[in-house]
Nanobody
Framework: QVQLVESGGGSVQAGGSLTLSCAFS????????MGWIRQAPAQEREGVAV???????RYDDAVKGRFTISRDNAKNTLYLQMDNLKPDDTAMYHC???????????????????RGQGTQVTVSS
């Protein structure tokens, strides 16, 4: 059974930084597309960043250059380093995972089968 548990959210001022963590279990990272999505109130869910089994990363244009996704395979932990945060980054952030499809690959636009409970990030101006 796949389990994803996020931590690290909080409140920061614009320009600040936060690091989110996701402890995962029940999956083989080598064959999974893992990442982060976010959802703000009254807005659609948005893919933020993904990392495939080989460590290749992809980002949504809104966060490119500011966010960094990484994974510690020994610790079974996924990270999202968020720098230069903006008020528009305010949202609930969820850790997500799905087996990588040979047809769709690993991108911020894929549909994820597993999602954690989420951690709130609030950025004030």
């Amino acid at each position: 059974q796949v389990q994803l548990v996020e931590s690290g959210g909080g409140s920061v001022q614009a320009g600040g930084s936060l690091t989110l963590s996701c402890a995962f279990s029940g999956l083989r990272h080598e064959v999974y597309c893992m990442g982060w999505i976010r959802q703000a109130p009254a807005q659609e869910r948005e893919g933020v960043a993904v990392i495939n089994g080989g460590g290749k990363t992809r980002y949504d244009d809104a966060v490119k250059g500011r966010f960094t996704i990484s994974r510690d395979n020994a610790k079974n932990t996924l990270y999202l380093q968020m720098d230069n945060l903006k008020p528009d980054d305010t949202a609930m952030y969820h850790c997500v995972a799905t087996r990588t499809s040979p047809f769709t690959g690993c991108s911020t636009g894929v549909s994820f089968d597993h999602r954690g409970q989420g951690t709130q990030v609030t950025v004030s101006s």
